[in-house]
T-cell receptor, first 114, second 116 residues
Framework: AQTVTQSQPEMSVQEAETVTLSCTYD???????LFWYKQPPSRQMILVIRQEAYKQQNATENRFSVNFQKAAKSFSLKISDSQLGDAAMYFC???????????FGAGTILRVKS | GAGVSQSPSNKVTEKGKDVELRCDPI?????LYWYRQRLGQGLEFLIYFQGNSAPDKSGLPSDRFSAERTGESVSTLTIQRTQQEDSAVYLCASSSSSGAGGETQYFGPGTRLLVL
């Protein structure tokens, strides 16, 4: 079974600084997708970024980028120029290429200090 | 609608009672998912519907849990004889196509269930 591990229960970053959230996963599949979701206090899960395993290039969405290390099964999220609105719980998730369900990590709480 | 909606937003019930949670997916989305999120934890998959195919019920934790979906519309998640361990946020998501691969799952705001 696939598992996703987020080893940082909580992280803090100063406004305008950069922070990296860690995620590792375990799978024997070669075709899969990886996602980072943000969950603010409103509970609404918002997709931040996604990565196809077959793509070597790291995905980037504005201030958000990933460092995808397929051999190491690592998928970290970098947030540049952190803003107060980035404060939330962040979840890393995995999905098999031919699958349907998402497998989530336990989450990392990100606090942004002004 | 503009997004996935869920009702009620919050539900408090007594142990042993049955509850029904509702999810309205984004119009036109054929795939619908239910997840459970216990306090301070990640989401756990419960059940998946795709069109008129048989649902994937592999994540349902016990036979007290069931879900229905009529066509590509509303879904209801029913928990019978609720237990305190059922207290959690129940999140619904929908996606636009077959559900396989990288299609984005769009989530609703969830229903927070508290069993006293």
């Amino acid at each position: 079974a696939q598992t996703v591990t987020q080893s940082q229960p909580e992280m803090s970053v100063q406004e305008a600084e950069t922070v990296t959230l860690s995620c590792t996963y375990d799978t024997s599949e070669s075709d899969y997708y990886l996602f980072w979701y943000k969950q603010p206090p409103s509970r609404q899960m918002i997709l931040v970024i996604r990565q196809e395993a077959y793509k070597q290039q790291n995905a980037t969405e504005n201030r958000f980028s990933v460092n995808f290390q397929k051999a190491a099964k690592s998928f970290s999220l970098k947030i540049s120029d952190s803003q107060l609105g980035d404060a939330a719980m962040y979840f890393c998730a995995y999905r098999r290429g031919d699958g349907n369900k998402l497998v989530f990590g336990a989450g990392t709480i990100l606090r942004v200090k002004s | 609608g503009a997004g996935v909606s869920q009702s009620p937003s919050n539900k408090v019930t007594e142990k042993g009672k049955d509850v029904e949670l509702r999810c309205d997916p984004i119009s036109g989305h054929t795939a619908l998912y239910w997840y459970r999120q216990r306090l301070g934890q990640g989401l756990e998959f419960l059940i998946y519907f795709q069109g008129n195919s048989a649902p994937d019920k592999s994540g349902l934790p016990s036979d007290r849990f069931s879900a229905e979906r009529t066509g590509e519309s509303v879904s209801t998640l029913t928990i019978q004889r609720t237990q305190q361990e059922d207290s959690a946020v129940y999140l619904c998501a929908s996606s636009s196509s077959s559900g396989a691969g990288g299609e984005t799952q769009y989530f609703g705001p969830g229903t927070r269930l508290l069993v006293l």
